[in-house]
């Protein structure tokens, strides 16, 4: 599986869609700011709208199956190469392969990964998202220990038939600890008045 990732937009339109939601009027790109990787984290552990200008642009290689599975998302940018025998490709693909690019939103990656990086999912879209996540990650810390399956999201499975006990792993909770933690750095200063 071969997986490329590109930052399609980044971090100065979310602040932008942050700003104008604040009151702040953002008329051109001149007067554009980016934000810190901490208020980023923040707005993408809170899932606040503005993390929907974000986007990651994914170029890959998958087997026949694994885009059956992310053809089903919607609000996902999907382009999959046609199957006509008579259109050659650049890259030659093996039988049962299709390259496909994917458009996604900080939001909608994060709860893709929910969904897709989850010991339920088949194993081989479960790699794909590893890749996907992995790469992310790499490109921009405010990613790292957020893209996860959703038992460590949670705390527990939210899968209907709850097959999966990956979340009763050490390594599962050894990540939900650390998302935890992130969560916890982030809001130490908010508390709650009874």
């Known amino acids: 599986?071969?997986?490329?990732?590109?930052?399609k937009s980044g971090r100065e339109w979310v602040s932008a869609g942050m700003r104008q939601t604040m009151g702040e009027m953002?008329?051109?790109t001149e007067n554009m700011k980016s934000i810190t990787t901490k208020t980023f984290k923040g707005l993408l552990v809170g899932r606040h709208s503005p993390i929907e200008e974000y986007e990651v642009w994914v170029v890959c290689i998958v087997p026949e199956r694994v885009h059956t599975h992310i053809v089903r998302h919607k609000e996902l940018g999907k382009y999959v190469t046609t199957s006509r025998p008579d259109i050659s490709y650049h890259k030659p693909l093996q039988e049962?392969?299709?390259?496909m690019a994917m458009k996604f939103n900080a939001k909608r990656l994060i709860e893709i990964c929910w969904q897709r990086r989850c010991f339920a999912s088949w194993i081989d879209t479960r790699k794909l998202l590893d890749a996907i996540a992995e790469k992310v990650e790499s490109l921009d810390e405010a990613f790292e220990g957020l893209l996860v399956p959703s038992c460590v999201w949670f705390g527990w499975c939210p899968e209907v038939h709850n097959k999966c006990t990956y979340f009763r792993t050490k390594k599962a909770k050894s990540e939900r600890e650390k998302l935890l933690t992130i969560v916890e750095s982030l809001y130490k200063k908010i508390t709650i008045e009874s």
Do not use: A, P, W
């Not at 599986?1 to 930052?7: A, G, K, P, R």
């Not at 049962?96 to 390259?99: A, D, F, Q, S």
């Open 1 to 7: 599986m071969h997986v490329e990732i590109f930052l």
């Open 26 to 28: 953002v008329t051109s």
């Open 96 to 99: 049962g392969e299709r390259i």
